[in-house]
């Protein structure tokens, strides 16, 4: 079935580096959300994007959808060790929600 | 609020052998989901619930695994028999609406299987 695809698969930066990762889809996403899971935790939903061209912001944290509505970002400014795991994107195609692969992010000290 | 519950939190068998994994979701949440997270996987959804009523298990090796819900509230995943592959954390989520596209799903911290 339809998956969306997520890159870079990792991403190391430095403590007070920038961090962004890319969610994209062949096909038009009614919506789409991101979870963030810890090491060794369990996904915890971030935010639900909706509307076209819409951006949203929660402190340091900046999620896109694209106009088209086939890709979505988060953007992490200024990135501290606790923003240290897995970020998936997960699409609601036809009733079930289909996560992305995921991209790890390590924030070295 | 109690979130999502789940036991046991790790369990280790035999390939060949069966486990049995419970789910107790966020209470008045009507839709219960069951998925499989390989280690560095996204996890994948094997079974949905609305209320005690199947909506996907497209997913769901059926040779090997079972879900039921019973009374619409808590729920068990069986593997049986197990194989090698089937090492993986299993989630349980909850929603409340009638699903993903209606509003965040809440995970449970998972139930962490090694077959050896």
């Known amino acids: 079935g339809q998956q969306v695809m997520q890159i870079p698969q990792y991403q190391h930066v430095q403590e007070g580096e920038d961090f962004t990762t890319y969610c994209n889809s062949s096909?038009?996403?009614?919506?789409i959300q991101w979870y963030k899971q810890r090491p060794g935790g369990h996904p915890v939903f971030l935010i639900q994007?909706?509307?076209?061209?819409e951006v949203k912001k929660q402190k340091r944290l900046t999620f896109q959808f694209g106009e088209a509505k086939k890709n979505s970002s988060l953007h992490i400014t200024a990135t501290q060790t606790t923003d240290v795991g897995t970020y998936f994107c997960?699409?609601?195609?036809?009733?079930?929600?289909?996560f992305g692969q995921g991209t790890e992010l390590s924030v070295k000290p | 609020e109690a979130g999502v519950a789940q036991s046991p939190r790790y369990k280790i068998i035999e390939k060949r052998q069966s486990v049995a994994f419970w789910c107790n979701p966020i209470?008045?949440?009507?839709?219960l989901y069951w998925y499989q997270q390989i280690l560095g996987q996204g996890p994948k959804l094997l079974i949905q619930?609305?209320?005690?009523?199947?909506?996907?298990d497209s997913q769901l090796p059926k040779d090997r695994f079972s879900a039921e819900r019973l009374k619409g509230v808590d729920s068990t995943l069986k593997i049986q028999p197990a194989k090698l592959e089937d090492s993986a954390v299993y989630l349980c989520?909850?929603?409340?609406?009638?699903?993903?596209?209606?509003?965040?799903?809440?995970f449970g911290e998972g139930s962490r299987l090694t077959v050896l």
């Open positions: 994007l909706v509307k076209s061209g």
């Open positions: 096909t038009t996403l009614s919506n």
């Open positions: 209470s008045g949440h009507a839709t």
């Open positions: 619930f609305q209320n005690n009523g199947v909506v996907d």
């Open positions: 989520a909850s929603s409340l609406g009638g699903g993903p596209g209606t509003g965040e799903l809440f």
């Open positions: 997960a699409d609601p195609q036809g009733g079930k929600l289909i």
